[in-house]
């Protein structure tokens, strides 16, 4: 193992006595499930909005629950679709050239790639809301998490109480990221279908660089080169 690696390998290691080395199993997956939720901000997939939106089941709970109504789910899919199928007839005549016998359709796949990636970015943001509500609402029913002790009670103007309102907030983003879920869903369909690939988050290359890379672009930087 190189210097640098035993450097690195000794930095990350937890010592006797730190905190670090007694985090608890629930802090440490908590702290997993943040950095996998910051990394999937910066790019994120029909994936990652996946695990954060509600599933068809609990939307049902909740529509039935809350009194709260739902999208159409093939409705919101066919918007998705014909967001990407109907730019790409449309634009097909204009953005894809010939060269030399063949069609060259990098400037429609770039343009239809910032298509999906803006409806995925927009449901993965309302799914991600939803998700830090849902956790308030939980941490608030917690009578051992919740310092208010007393939430569940009935407010003296007869309102809902605190932790009514924050079941009811969760519950109403809740049907925002299950249909915003589902129109990124279909684009992704579509997407595949006209270009005859799935579609990928954009990754920056700075991003993918190796470590020794990493070190080269910054001596670069020092130097001006």
């Known amino acids: 193992m190189?210097?640098?690696?035993?450097?690195?390998?000794?930095?990350?290691?937890?010592?006797?006595?730190?905190?670090?080395?007694?985090?608890?199993?629930?802090?440490?997956?908590?702290?997993?499930?943040?950095?996998?939720?910051?990394?999937?901000?910066?790019?994120?997939?029909?994936?990652?909005?996946?695990?954060?939106?509600?599933?068809?089941?609990?939307?049902?709970?909740?529509?039935?629950?809350?009194?709260?109504?739902?999208?159409?789910?093939?409705?919101?899919?066919?918007?998705?679709?014909?967001?990407?199928?109907?730019?790409?007839?449309?634009?097909?005549?204009?953005?894809?050239?010939?060269?030399?016998?063949?069609?060259?359709?990098?400037?429609?796949?770039?343009?239809?790639d910032r298509i999906v990636d803006a409806l995925v970015r927009s449901a993965h943001g309302a799914a991600n809301y939803y998700e830090t509500r849902r956790q308030l609402a939980k941490d608030a029913k917690d009578k051992w998490a919740n310092e208010h002790r007393d939430d569940d009670r009935m407010g003296i103007d007869g309102q809902d109480n605190y932790t009514g309102r924050l079941r009811r907030v969760a519950a109403e983003h809740a049907v925002k990221a299950y249909a915003l879920y589902h129109i990124a869903s279909g684009a992704c369909t579509a997407y595949a279908e006209v270009m005859g690939e799935e579609w990928q988050p954009y990754q920056s290359r700075a991003n993918n660089r190796t470590v020794s890379q990493e070190a080269a672009a910054a001596l670069d930087e020092a130097l001006g080169i």
């Not at 939720?37 to 997939?45: N, V």
């Not at 609990?58 to 739902?70: C, E, K, T």
């Open 2 to 112: 190189s210097d640098v690696k035993n450097t690195v390998s000794k930095a990350s290691s937890p010592r006797k006595g730190d905190a670090a080395g007694s985090v608890s199993p629930a802090r440490a997956r908590q702290f997993h499930q943040t950095e996998q939720r910051m990394k999937a901000q910066r790019s994120p997939s029909l994936a990652n909005v996946e695990l954060l939106a509600p599933s068809d089941d609990q939307i049902a709970l909740i529509s039935a629950r809350f009194g709260l109504d739902v999208a159409d789910v093939d409705e919101m899919i066919g918007l998705g679709l014909s967001a990407v199928r109907d730019q790409y007839e449309a634009l097909r005549p204009v953005l894809v050239t010939s060269f030399n016998g063949e069609d060259d359709f990098k400037a429609i796949k770039i343009h239809l």
